[in-house]
């Protein structure tokens, strides 16, 4: 029996391309394996959203083969999109793949055992128009299922190269997505999170459906407990969408609202289509309709004429959303995006500067966020432990551990929030 790794770098849309990519290997009587274990064959899914995405995933290939000289080393996903030249030269790379054909990774592997020659499969992404299918039916050690609804984006932010690695946005049939919910349920799992490169833009190519009918009806299938969503801009959230999202009570009260800049002068030069107004009032309409609801975010410091005010603006906005959780990058810039060409590029000693101060205005809110929750009793879905303690999370993101006897993973329980540690809930179960 042969034996596959199959691991993904990157985001949750990359997670649940390899997840199916495992089964697929599966399916045909493959051996699955974790990344860091001798196998037959690696099929990793790259990432090239920064620099850091492309350098590890360089890395990353290279290193595979070191643990089995003579394995099939495959490249799939972004970066090997955008750059197939450079992955199709690496050494230790057999296969590159891309954005598209994943569906035919195990015929290509199939095929290279045969023949042993190195091949690029990698086309246009830019026409294409139909979505990929993929899915998946079981997930082994885990408990959130990552339900990929939808592909592409075209909405061309200046320092994104994305757009050209994924293609024009294509949607996922709305039946196909409600089986593979179906099929996890029966498999166990409470929770999912339906995921895509451009999550708000599902429906928006073939008008037969939008996020929020895809939402109900999902809500619908027995055995799901909890509904996530990926990330969403603030332009889809209007008051009928916090509503209706509200009255459902298996969509989960936290949301990964997507903001970039605090500064509208930033938001303009990074072509987002909101100012930070429309950002709040969508926060506020969030709040409206789920009080308690998590509200967390990605804020590029260091963009190409950030300037010290504008900084500053965007720190002192961050504050007035008053996040659960930032996540803080230093602009990195791509080759191929018109950011990467802009004037006034910041140096990285101030990006990183500028990183650790709003990183720490991150860390103040998140326990902030933490303790106004001590002494309520809350939902925890727990997915691991690790000496005596099983960890979770609420439906609003909150992380929390909690000591238990009984193996209680994959179960949802009410937890009384007693501490914080570390940015981590102490919780006691109240069964």
Request: net charge neutral.
């Amino acid at each position: 029996m042969r034996s596959v790794a199959s691991f993904a770098l990157g985001c949750k849309v990359n997670q649940a391309e390899s997840e199916a990519v495992a089964e697929a290997f599966a399916d045909k009587g493959y051996e699955i394996k974790n990344i860091d274990e001798a196998a037959d064959i690696y099929v990793i899914n790259t990432c090239a959203v920064t620099n850091f995405g492309d350098k590890k995933s360089r890395q990353l290939l290279r290193k595979v083969k070191r643990l089995n000289p003579n394995a099939i080393v495959v490249a799939s996903g972004c970066y090997a999109q955008v750059e197939s030249d450079v992955v199709s030269a690496i050494d230790e790379v057999d296969i590159v793949v891309g954005t598209k054909g994943r569906h035919n990774i195990v015929d290509a592997v199939e095929k290279y055992i045969e023949d042993r020659q190195k091949v690029c499969l990698v086309g246009d992404i830019m026409h294409e128009r139909d979505f990929e299918p993929i899915s998946v039916r079981k997930l082994a050690g885990r408990t959130r299922a990552y339900i990929k609804v939808q592909d592409g984006c075209s909405q061309y932010c200046s320092y994104c190269i994305i757009p050209y690695a994924r293609g024009p946005i294509r949607s996922r049939d709305e039946e196909d997505i409600l089986k593979e919910v179906k099929n996890l349920a029966l498999n166990g799992f409470k929770e999912v999170v339906l995921t895509g490169i451009h999550v708000a833009s599902y429906g928006k190519d073939n008008h037969k459906t939008d996020l929020l009918s895809l939402i109900k009806r999902v809500n619908e299938i027995d055995g799901i407990e909890r509904i996530r969503l990926s990330s969403v801009e603030p332009n889809i959230v209007t008051e009928e969408f916090a509503r209706d999202l509200s009255q459902m009570p298996k969509v989960c009260n936290h949301f990964h609202l997507s903001l970039q800049s605090g500064c509208d002068k930033t938001l303009k030069a990074m072509n987002r289509r909101y100012t930070t107004e429309k950002y709040m009032d969508s926060v506020n309409i969030l709040r409206k309709y789920m009080p308690e609801c998590g509200i967390t975010t990605d804020i590029i410091v260091g963009f190409p004429g950030e300037t010290e005010e504008d900084f500053v603006q965007s720190c002192d906005f961050a504050k007035k959303v008053n996040f659960s959780k930032i996540h803080v990058f230093p602009y990195s810039p791509k080759k191929g995006t018109p950011a990467a060409e802009m004037k006034n590029q910041i140096p990285a000693e101030i990006k990183n500067k500028r990183a650790n101060e709003l990183i720490k205005i991150s860390d103040g809110m998140e326990d902030e966020f933490i303790k106004k929750h001590i002494g309520k009793v809350i939902d925890v879905l727990f997915e691991k432990s690790e000496n005596g303690y099983f960890e979770g999370h609420t439906s609003n993101y909150i992380h929390v551990k909690a000591e238990s006897k009984n193996n209680i993973r994959n179960m949802i329980l009410p937890v009384k929030i007693l501490s914080c540690n570390n940015k981590i809930a102490i919780g006691e179960i109240c069964i």
